[in-house]
C-alpha cells in the first residue's frame, strides 16, 4: 500500500515508496555520464526523477505507465523539488491501485452510479427510460464509467470526472426543465447522460490518460453515438424520430462545426445540452485553475489553458480556500 504522496516529499528526505512513471528519456550529462531523466505522479501531484549511472545492462528495465518501486532521496535542484533515484524496479500490478497514481475525484464513484441509476429509474416508462438503463446498466460500460476522465486535460481530467460531469449536468437538466416546462425533461436527460459517453472507450487510464488507438481514429462523438445505435437495436419497435434526436444530440453537443461537431444544435433539447456541457466544463476549469493558484501572488491566476486567459482571483462564497485535490 502507498504510504508516501509527492505533496507531503520534503528536501532531503529519504524516500522509499511506489510512483506511476509519467515519462522516461535517456540522456547524456555534460561529463558524460548516461541517465534517466523521469517525471513521476501519484494522485496528489507530479516530481522529476533523475536516475545517474543507468545502464540498460544492469538498470532493471521499466516502460511509461508502469508503477514503480523507487528507493533514494529528495533534492533541491534550482528551487524545485526532485527525486535522485538510486534503486529502481516494477511494482506487481496486484499490489497497487490505479486511485493512488492518478488525479482522482473527491466524491465516491459507486455513490454518484447509484444516484444515477435511481434518477434513470425514477422516469415514466417509456422507450427512452429503457434505452438509458440498457447503457447504464451495462455491466462493461458502468464499470468504465465509473474511472473515465471527462478529457485529458482541460476539465474533470481525473478518475471519476466523467461521472463527476455527468452528475452535474443531470442537476442541472432538471433544472432547466423546471424553468423551462414545455422542455422535454427525459430527453435532456438522455442527452446528458449519452454526449460524452464515448469517452469511455476513447480514452486509456489503466495507467496514465491516453488516447486509445480508437479514440485517436474516430473520437468520441462518433464512438458514443455506435455505442447508443447498438443499443437501440436491441429495443423492439423504438420510435425513428427519437432515435434521430438522440442522435442529434450527440452529434451537436460541441455546439459549433469548427469546435468538433459534426451538426449544430437544430432544437431546443440539443442547445441546452451543448450549453450546459460547455457552461459546466469550463466552471470545472475555472475552480481547478483557482485551486492549483491559490498561493501565486498577486491578483491573477496564471494562463488556463482550457479557457486561454488569466483569471481574476476572487474570494470563494464562503470566504475558504478552495483546495486542491488530494486522495481519500
Not at 34 to 52: C, M, N, Q, V
Not at 311 to 325: F, I, M, N, T
Request: charged share 30%; hydrophobic share 40%.
Amino acid at each position: 500500500m502507498k504510504q508516501t504522496y509527492i505533496r507531503d516529499l520534503k528536501p532531503d528526505s529519504p524516500v522509499h515508496d511506489t510512483f506511476l512513471v509519467q515519462s522516461k528519456e535517456h540522456k547524456i550529462a555534460s561529463n558524460g555520464a548516461a541517465y534517466l531523466d523521469l517525471s513521476l505522479r501519484d494522485t496528489t501531484g507530479a516530481i522529476p526523477g533523475k536516475l545517474w549511472d543507468y545502464s540498460e545492462r544492469t538498470t532493471p528495465a521499466f516502460e511509461v505507465d508502469e508503477i514503480v518501486e523507487i528507493t533514494g532521496h529528495v533534492e533541491s535542484y534550482r528551487g524545485t523539488a526532485q527525486l535522485r533515484v538510486r534503486k529502481i524496479a516494477v511494482c506487481p500490478s496486484e499490489d497497487v491501485s490505479l486511485l493512488d497514481y492518478l488525479p482522482r475525484t473527491q466524491r465516491d464513484p459507486e455513490e454518484m452510479y447509484a444516484a444515477l441509476l435511481e434518477r434513470v429509474r425514477d422516469m415514466s416508462e417509456s422507450p427512452l427510460r429503457a434505452l438509458i438503463l440498457a447503457v447504464v446498466e451495462d455491466a462493461a460500460i458502468a464499470e468504465r464509467l465509473k474511472l473515465a476522465p471527462a478529457a485529458m486535460s482541460y476539465h474533470h481530467a481525473f478518475l471519476g470526472g466523467l461521472l463527476e460531469h455527468v452528475s452535474s449536468l443531470l442537476a442541472l437538466a432538471d433544472r432547466m426543465a423546471d424553468h423551462y416546462p414545455w422542455l422535454r425533461r427525459d430527453l435532456l436527460l438522455a442527452g446528458v447522460i449519452f454526449h460524452d459517453l464515448g469517452k469511455t472507450a476513447e480514452l486509456n487510464f489503466t495507467r496514465g490518460f491516453r488516447y486509445s488507438t480508437r479514440g485517436q481514429l474516430l473520437g468520441h462523438i462518433m464512438i458514443g453515438l455506435e455505442m447508443v445505435q447498438e443499443k437501440i437495436r436491441q429495443i423492439p419497435d423504438f420510435p425513428a424520430e427519437l432515435k434521430d434526436q438522440i442522435e442529434h444530440i450527440i452529434l451537436s453537443h460541441h455546439g459549433k462545426l469548427e469546435f468538433g461537431s459534426p451538426k449544430e444544435p437544430m432544437f431546443p433539447e440539443a442547445l441546452v445540452v451543448h450549453y450546459l456541457d460547455d457552461l459546466d466544463s469550463k466552471l470545472e476549469a475555472m475552480h481547478e485553475q483557482y485551486a492549483a493558484d491559490q498561493n501565486r501572488p498577486g491578483d491573477w491566476t496564471g494562463r488556463n489553458p482550457a479557457l486561454k486567459r488569466e483569471l481574476l482571483k476572487v474570494a470563494p462564497k464562503d470566504g475558504s480556500q478552495q483546495e486542491p485535490r488530494k486522495p481519500e
